[in-house]
Nanobody, 124 residues
Framework: VQLQASGGGLVQAGGSLRLSCAAS????????MGWFRQAPGKEREFVSA????????HYADSVKGRFTISRDNAKNTMYLQMGSLKPEDTANYYC??????????????????WGQGTQVTVSS
């Protein structure tokens, strides 16, 4: 079972990037999926999440209105379209999948499977 995050890179402030998270080994069509990020010296933080059906999405206040999460269950893939990027968005972005109902969708403990991370660097 593997989650593979990709799409990171170096971009100027105000630019855009699209992250992808491809799942393999099992279907995640019944799992919620999310994106978290971790900047150097900081704790991992929630960015965005989407329910298994795609019917509900959640965003951190810091990215609301700039990022859009989506998923294609037929392709076992999740996406994060990032726009109006800021230097403070610089971090390693991790995708995750899971359905631990003890925790809210914004809590990292909800997720059992994690990708390796993709680096996003936004220059000013």
């Amino acid at each position: 079972v593997q989650l593979q995050a990709s799409g990171g890179g170096l971009v100027q402030a105000g630019g855009s990037l699209r992250l992808s998270c491809a799942a393999s080994g099992r279907t995640f069509s019944r799992d919620d999926m999310g994106w978290f990020r971790q900047a150097p010296g900081k704790e991992r933080e929630f960015v965005s999440a989407i329910t298994w059906s795609g019917g509900s999405t959640h965003y951190a206040d810091s990215v609301k209105g700039r990022f859009t999460i989506s998923r294609d269950n037929a392709k076992n893939t999740m996406y994060l379209q990032m726009g109006s990027l800021k230097p403070e968005d610089t971090a390693n972005y991790y995708c995750a999948a899971g359905s631990n109902a003890w925790y809210t969708i914004t809590n990292s403990r909800r997720y059992d499977y994690w990708g390796q991370g993709t680096q996003v660097t936004v220059s000013s």
